[in-house]
């Protein structure tokens, strides 16, 4: 029987690139998703000039929202080449390389220089980081002070060990809320991928999910002030955390 040791970065990152393929008909077609994406955008209030980084961008879907909006700058950077390899097509596609660059990264390890940006955004990413506390910190590090961080995630608290079964009856009642959406707004396909990926979810320990709260919670403990939860309408297990660099 295959061993569920906390799984470890490699796969994890192995998972993405196999997904980055049907990514834009699976979770990228589901109305919470749109939902989620369209509160990180609004209150990341995107203008003209903006360096904007956005962390986890996977194909591009907040990315290209951000530019969308507002004549702003993108920096999208992810540790997996193949759900790079799409959102380079689509820049391609969309002649929008003069505003937005790709660095293939890991978000643990921020490779940019103190005050670079002026909004830092991601969606559905960094729950994977193992080491959260210090990522958040290194994510303040490269804003600009005044600059906004904004977290879109699952309000999922998925700490602890993957035989508690408390824990699993909590992140049912989360997962019920992605998968029936899934089916009824995206297909069969759509269900099927997020039924596995909510059972990786489930035996994951290394890489977790957290609440709203605790995500706000360790916003403040990063050193970010006026720390805020808002929800997704009519899908309020999604949500974001919207924080101010000092
Ligand atoms: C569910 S997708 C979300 C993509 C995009 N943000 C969206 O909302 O459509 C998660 C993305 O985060 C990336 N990711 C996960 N952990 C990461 C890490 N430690 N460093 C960089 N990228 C990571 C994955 O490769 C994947 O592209």
């Known amino acids: 029987m295959k ?8 796969d994890t990152k192995g998972w993405f690139g196999h997904w980055s393929n049907v990514y834009d008909r699976t ?11 369209d509160l ?10 903006d360096k904007i980084l956005d962390l986890g961008c996977g194909t591009g879907l907040l990315s290209l929202k951000c530019l969308q909006k507002a004549r702003c700058a993108v920096m ?6 193949e759900m790079l390899g799409i959102l380079k097509d689509k820049i391609k596609k969309l002649k929008l390389s003069d505003r937005i660059s790709l660095c293939l990264m890991d978000a643990a390890s921020l490779k940019f220089k103190d005050r670079t940006f002026d909004k830092v955004v991601s969606s559905v990413a960094l729950h994977h980081l193992t080491d959260k506390l210090p990522a958040l ?3 303040r590090r490269v804003l600009k002070p005044g600059g906004l961080f904004i977290i879109g995630e699952v309000d999922m608290d998925a700490t602890g060990k993957h035989t508690d079964t408390k824990r699993l009856k909590r992140m049912l009642r989360v997962l019920e809320q992605e998968w029936i959406p899934a089916l009824k707004d995206a297909g069969v396909e759509a269900f099927s991928t997020m ?5 990786k979810h489930i035996l994951n320990q290394g890489e977790y999910g ?5 995500w706000a919670r360790l916003c403040r403990k990063a050193g970010f002030v006026r720390v805020l939860v808002k929800r997704v309408p009519r899908h309020k297990v999604f949500g974001i955390v919207v924080a101010k660099k000092p």
């Open 210 to 214: 957290l609440s709203l709260k605790q």
């Open 40 to 49: 990180v955008v609004r209150n990341a209030r995107v203008k003209n000039g």
């Open 137 to 139: 910190k290194r994510i």
């Open 195 to 199: 039924f596995d990926n909510g059972k």
């Open 3 to 10: 061993k569920h040791n906390g799984n470890k970065a490699a």
């Open 76 to 81: 999208g950077a992810d540790y997996s080449k």
């Open 27 to 37: 979770l990228g077609s589901i109305s919470f998703h749109r939902g989620l994406l």
